[in-house]
């Protein structure tokens, strides 16, 4: 993409602060920063959404690359009828769907009828990034989120794609649907399986834990027997 000159002022602002409106015409004319800035403003929900159908961080990334050259090769046919990060997310989704299609012939889960009608449920939060903390607690956060990220590659396809974009991405009914082609309802649907089945996965390999729960053995165990033996000995 041949970049277009611009006022060197222009690249003296703070891009991070400006609107997706802002920043497209920017991205039109070539300008790289604007460029980086709408890719590095989208990454994670674009992330989401493809690794949501394709079980592999790899080719997640691949195809969020893809998505991006397609986008941005073709932003001068963005009107601005839609937000830019529903134009970008859709078109991750047929990236990743068309490379699922590629592979092999898929059919989709056919839509159930609501048994029961569920208030919704929590939204389940994957750890974040917060400010530094301790090794230790490190750790236990990076566990836990390996820990979810199994359980949703657990989830059939749809139903995983539906939890992704609704609880992960905290995106509505309507917009989960609209992205996925499928109705609101079968949408709800999917989220309600989804979530037990979450629950089922989460209880069963959580069983087996509890026995282990609050160790204390090993050096731990060592020392405090040290300590009560000491204090014995000093004891008239």
Same mark, same amino acid.
């Given at each position: 993409?041949?970049? /277009?000159?611009?006022?060197?002022?222009?690249?003296?602002?703070?891009? %991070? /602060? !400006?609107?997706?409106?802002?920043?497209?015409?920017? =991205?039109?004319?070539?300008?790289?920063?604007?460029?980086?800035?709408?890719?590095?403003?989208?990454?994670?929900?674009?992330?989401?959404?493809?690794? =949501?159908?394709?079980?592999? *961080?790899?080719?997640?990334?691949?195809?969020?690359?893809?998505?991006?050259?397609?986008?941005?090769?073709?932003?001068?046919?963005?009107?601005?009828?839609?937000?830019?990060?529903?134009?970008?997310?859709?078109?991750?989704?047929?990236?990743?769907?068309?490379?699922?299609? %590629?592979?092999?012939?898929?059919?989709? @889960?056919?839509?159930?009828?609501?048994?029961?009608?569920?208030?919704?449920?929590?939204?389940?939060?994957?750890?974040?990034?917060?400010? =530094?903390?301790?090794?230790?607690?490190?750790?236990?956060?990076?566990?836990?989120? +390996?820990? !979810?990220?199994?359980?949703? *590659?657990? @989830?059939?396809? *749809?139903?995983?794609?539906?939890?992704?974009?609704? *609880?992960?991405?905290?995106? %509505?009914?309507?917009?989960?649907?609209?992205?996925?082609?499928?109705?609101?309802?079968?949408?709800?649907?999917? @989220? +309600?399986? =989804?979530?037990?089945?979450?629950?089922?996965?989460?209880?069963?390999?959580?069983?087996?834990?509890?026995?282990?729960?609050?160790?204390?053995?090993?050096?731990?165990?060592?020392?405090?027997?040290?300590?009560?033996?000491?204090?014995?000995?000093?004891?008239?």
């Amino acid at each position: 993409m041949a970049a /277009t000159p611009v006022p060197v002022e222009r690249h003296r602002q703070h891009l %991070s /602060t !400006l609107s997706d409106a802002e920043l497209v015409p920017l =991205a039109k004319m070539g300008e790289e920063p604007a460029i980086r800035a709408i890719i590095q403003r989208h990454n994670q929900r674009l992330f989401r959404t493809a690794r =949501a159908v394709i079980r592999s *961080d790899w080719e997640a990334e691949d195809i969020v690359q893809a998505a991006y050259v397609k986008a941005f090769t073709n932003l001068a046919t963005f009107r601005g009828e839609a937000e830019l990060s529903t134009w970008l997310t859709r078109i991750t989704l047929n990236e990743a769907l068309g490379r699922v299609r %590629s592979r092999k012939n898929t059919t989709g @889960l056919e839509e159930i009828d609501m048994q029961t009608t569920s208030p919704g449920g929590e939204v389940l939060q994957f750890p974040s990034s917060l400010s =530094a903390t301790d090794p230790e607690t490190e750790l236990s956060r990076s566990q836990a989120r +390996h820990f !979810l990220e199994h359980a949703v *590659d657990d @989830l059939p396809d *749809d139903f995983r794609a539906v939890f992704v974009l609704r *609880d992960v991405e905290g995106m %509505s009914t309507d917009e989960t649907a609209s992205y996925l082609g499928i109705k609101p309802e079968t949408a709800k649907t999917r @989220l +309600h399986r =989804a979530r037990k089945m979450m629950r089922q996965s989460i209880e069963k390999q959580l069983s087996g834990a509890f026995s282990a729960l609050f160790p204390f053995d090993g050096a731990r165990c060592a020392a405090m027997a040290d300590r009560v033996i000491v204090t014995l000995r000093q004891t008239p």
